[in-house]
């Protein structure tokens, strides 16, 4: 089966300053795009994530994947995490983020599944929207008008999250199914990075470096430079082409409700600044 898009991509990882051990994990093989940023400490957390991103990894080399294919393999996840035994990551956790390679009736979507606080960012067009939306004490009180956002970056709630795989949560995750368009580029982020470099920088990185792999390393680095606190990890995915009903002669037909019918999720992108950059 043909590829409904074709990609470039790049990836980088660093444990950071102040850690000894990376407990990120991450794919990056089409059609999957993915980050798992693992909770716990002592191996218990690396544990986890790399039991996340195992499970996915057999679909490596695929054309796309469906919602049905993400959704099974979560589930999978989640039960070899849950499963795991005394002193080999029993109690871990792990937050799952990033794309996959989707088609819909024959064109190219990104189909992005969030659980936790790493990111997904969308540049197209040269703005910069954040995807995914963290699922952590501050965002809800972010949410409800009770903190605000400047103040959350200082506050001390804001590594607490609410939803994970593993870590005694069952949480869904949230989905999001976006037509793609040749020019886009994703970013997919362990929060090591976005607590170390705001929208603005990300943006301004994303534009300056052409290549991906440039792009992911540039993100680590400054990531680093800023303090490196946490474990750092950047994937950069470049959509250089995509199929759609125009580039297909003679198909007219329109795009079929995947979204309403397969995604029942409510939760909606965020855009990083007013109007984006």
């Known amino acids: ?55 996915f990894a057999g679909f490596a080399g695929r054309a796309s994947l469906g919602i049905d294919d993400v959704r099974a393999a979560l589930a999978r996840a989640r039960r070899r995490v849950e499963g795991l035994p005394p002193g080999e990551g029993a109690g871990a956790g792990t937050t799952l983020t990033g794309v996959v390679i989707a088609d819909v009736d024959g064109e190219g979507y990104w189909l992005a599944i969030n659980l936790g606080d790493s990111r997904t960012y969308r540049l197209s067009e040269g703005h910069l929207e954040q995807i995914s939306v963290d699922h952590s004490v501050v965002q809800e009180l972010i949410d409800a008008g009770q903190l605000d956002p400047d103040a959350a970056a200082r506050d001390t709630r804001r590594n607490v999250i609410t939803r994970a795989i593993g870590a005694g949560s069952d949480a869904d995750a949230d989905y999001w199914l976006i037509p793609a368009e040749a020019g886009d580029r994703i970013l997919v982020c362990s929060d090591g990075l976005s607590t170390e470099l705001d929208g603005e920088a990300i943006h301004a990185i994303l534009v300056a470096e052409t290549h991906p ?65």
């Not at 390393?217 to 250089?240: K, P, Q, S, W, Y």
């Open 213 to 277: 792999q440039s792009a992911a390393t540039r993100l680590v680095h400054e990531a680093m430079l800023r303090g490196g606190r946490d474990n750092i990890t950047a994937l950069v995915v470049d959509a250089t082409a995509v199929r759609s009903r125009a580039s297909r002669p003679g198909d007219h037909t329109a795009p079929s409700a995947i979204v309403a019918d397969e995604i029942d999720g409510d939760t909606l992108p965020r855009v990083v600044a007013a109007g984006g950059y």
């Open 1 to 55: 089966m043909t590829a409904p898009m074709t990609v470039a991509f790049g990836s980088a990882t660093d444990p950071g300053l102040r850690r000894r051990i990376n407990e990120d994990s991450y794919i990056a093989a089409p059609p999957l795009f993915l980050v798992a940023d693992g909770m716990g400490g002592h191996h218990a957390g690396e544990i986890a994530s790399a039991t996340v991103i195992d499970e």
